[in-house]
């Protein structure tokens, strides 16, 4: 059965930094693996997908995630943070034979002034 | 812009007072999905349609029920709400094709249902 471990409830970056927020799954077959971000009161929205056209895949709002078969891992990154991001970020593999999605336990980004 | 749209936004209802929760898509997607979200959690999904077919989670209380009349359209029943039952419900779609699997879900802003 497939699943995603988000590592880390809380992430806090300031301003103009880095944001990293690990994402690693578990798969018996190739996984269909995503990213959505919430923000308050509002449902989740898309940032990328990876479907094994490539291994770096680039979203919206400047985010990109690399695949790293061997590391199971799915990591989403930002170079520089912006206010705006601050949000619940969810890493989300697809069910293999199915149309159902498994959530990971989302990380909340904060981002300081 | 194709959308999917939940109504209304904030539903307060009586303990054990039936609610229904609505939800449209102008998408034509085929798949349908119900999540329950509580407070800084993940969504946990309580069933989905694909076209008509209904599939129910099996931890999915009897208490919640779901209709699609349409291709369009989709409700979420509970029918004696308890105190456990606030949360934000939302409501997705996605398209059912051969590669369902890496399709994405398009999500509603959800209903956030309060219990007095």
């Known amino acids: 059965a497939q699943s995603v471990t988000q590592l880390g409830s809380h992430v806090s970056v300031s301003e103009g930094a880095l944001v990293l927020l690990r994402c690693n799954y578990s798969?018996?077959?190739?996984?269909?693996l995503f990213w959505y971000v919430q923000y308050p009161n509002q449902g989740l929205q898309l940032l990328l997908k990876y479907t094994s056209a490539a291994t770096l895949v680039k979203g919206i709002n400047g985010f990109e995630a690399e695949f790293k078969k061997s590391e199971t891992s799915f990591h989403l990154t930002k170079p520089s943070a912006h206010m705006s991001d601050a949000a619940e970020y969810f890493c989300?593999?697809?069910?293999?034979?199915?149309?159902?999605?498994?959530f990971g336990a989302g990380t909340r980004l904060f981002v300081k002034a | 812009d194709a959308m999917v749209i939940q109504n209304p936004r904030y539903q307060v209802t009586q303990f054990g007072k039936p609610v229904t929760l609505s939800c449209s898509q102008t998408?034509?997607?085929?798949?349908m999905y119900w999540y329950q979200q509580k407070s800084s959690q993940a969504p946990k999904l309580l069933f989905h349609?694909?076209?008509?077919?209904?599939?129910n989670e099996a931890d999915t209380p009897d208490n919640f029920q779901s209709r699609r009349p349409n291709t369009s359209f989709c409700f979420l029943d509970i029918r004696s709400p308890g105190l456990g039952d606030a949360a934000m419900y939302l409501c997705?779609?996605?398209?059912?094709?051969?590669?369902?699997?890496?399709?994405?879900?398009?999500f509603g802003d959800g209903t956030r249902l309060s219990i007095l």
């Open positions: 989300a593999v697809s069910e293999t034979g199915g149309f159902k999605t498994i």
């Open positions: 997705a779609t996605s398209r059912g094709s051969g590669q369902g699997r890496n399709q994405p879900q398009h």
């Open positions: 998408l034509n997607h085929n798949v």
């Open positions: 349609y694909y076209d008509k077919d209904f599939n």
């Open positions: 798969s018996s077959v190739p996984p269909y």
